[in-house]
């Protein structure tokens, strides 16, 4: 079985701030990881995506995240954060063995304050 | 990426009737997913829903109750039956493109059963 967890319902952030969104994972096998946005009263929006290669990935709207296999974490990150990134966000998991289902964490709300 | 419509983007209906959620994308595409998500909370995958086989439910969501249809590469229908005030929910669906693992979602349904 796959499954996320983001330990963090709120996280605030000064404007300016880095800012961090946390994200741990458990599959059987190898992971794709993924994290998406939902502004409100919107759909989901893809933000970048770890399937293999180098464990830092770059994203829309600045974002980046860091796959960390031995911690089993994927962490969204953001080195000075906007008002505008005030949003909820996703962590999924994805196993590469088996099945095209993605499993989504709880999402964490996100605010920047100015 | 793809542009991905659905209809309705919200409704009221009476407990006992059924709904159909259309769901239109701007491209041909094997996989499409449907989604439940209680405003502001975490997304679960109802089904499973690829062109020229039947849906794949996950545990806890039925075909008699979740019916869906998929006649062609760019539509999908999913069907809420004899509502009832639990399935007041959002309804999202999503494909995925190509072999990039990464799904687009819709706008989203907002029902709301009464």
């Known amino acids: 079985a796959q499954s996320v967890a983001q330990p963090e319902d709120q996280v605030n952030v000064a404007e300016g701030n880095p800012l961090t969104v946390k994200c741990t994972y458990s599959?059987?096998?190898?992971?794709?990881l993924f994290w998406y946005v939902q502004y409100p009263n919107r759909g989901l929006q893809f933000l970048l995506k770890y399937i293999t290669g180098d464990n830092l990935v770059k994203g829309s709207y600045g974002f980046e995240a860091e796959f960390n296999k031995s911690q089993t974490s994927f962490h969204l990150k953001k080195p000075s954060a906007l008002v505008s990134d005030s949003a909820l966000y996703f962590c999924?998991?994805?196993?590469?063995?088996?099945?095209?289902?993605?499993?989504f964490g709880t999402g964490t709300r996100l605010t920047i304050i100015p | 990426s793809a542009v991905i419509s659905q209809k309705p983007s919200r409704d009221i209906c009476q407990r006992g009737t059924s709904l159909t959620i259309q769901c239109q994308v701007d491209s041909q595409v094997t996989m499409m997913f449907w989604y439940r998500q209680q405003p502001g909370q975490s997304l679960t995958l109802i089904a499973t829903a690829n062109q020229g086989s039947e849906a794949t439910y996950e545990s806890g969501f039925v075909i008699d109750k979740f019916p869906i249809s998929r006649p062609n590469l760019t539509f999908s229908t999913l069907t809420v039956s004899n509502m009832s005030p639990e399935d007041s929910s959002i309804y999202l669906c999503?494909?995925?493109?190509?072999?990039?693992?990464?799904?687009?979602f819709g706008p989203g349904t907002r029902l709301t059963v009464t």
């Open positions: 999924a998991v994805r196993d590469v063995i088996g099945n095209e289902k993605l499993t």
């Open positions: 599959v059987s096998g190898n992971p794709y």
């Open positions: 999503s494909v995925e493109i190509g072999s990039s693992y990464e799904q687009y």
